[in-house]
């Protein structure tokens, strides 16, 4: 069982940065692949990154490429994502979560492991 808390969001405006991060409780959280997803309202919840259990396969959805940057830290049994140069349009809920599967990186339903989300709002 593992267990994600998202932390980090809040209100920003346009051109900002925020950092948010995702801390799994359990010892086998290096063992994970990492993904963060996000849902705007009123809308279905789409991938955003996704970096393997190694770091060493990362993966952006076209629309945050070149400005979003996710990382983790096995030692702190973290996942980040790095958000700058934020748009409203970015303005959503964001989750973290864990899988052991191998689908698709953005397949959500690959994943076993969600946390509550953050909420992320942009201003324009």
């Known amino acids: 069982q593992v267990q994600l808390v998202e932390s980090g969001g809040g209100l920003v405006q346009a051109g900002g940065s925020l950092r948010l991060s995702c801390e799994a409780s359990?010892?086998?959280?290096?063992?994970?692949?990492m993904g963060w997803f996000r849902q705007a309202p009123g809308k279905e919840r789409e991938f955003v990154a996704f970096?393997?259990?190694?770091?060493?396969?990362?993966y952006y959805a076209d629309s945050v490429k070149g400005r979003f940057t996710i990382s983790r830290d096995n030692a702190k049994n973290t996942v980040y994502l790095q958000m700058n140069s934020l748009k409203p349009e970015d303005t959503a809920v964001y989750y973290c979560?864990?899988?052991?599967?191998?689908?698709?990186?953005?397949?959500?339903?690959?994943?076993?492991?969600w946390g509550q989300g953050t909420q992320v709002t942009v201003s324009s």
């Open positions: 359990g010892r086998t959280f290096s063992s994970y692949d």
């Open positions: 970096v393997s259990w190694s770091g060493s396969w990362i």
């Open positions: 979560a864990a899988r052991k599967t191998t689908t698709t990186p953005s397949d959500e339903g690959g994943y076993d492991y």
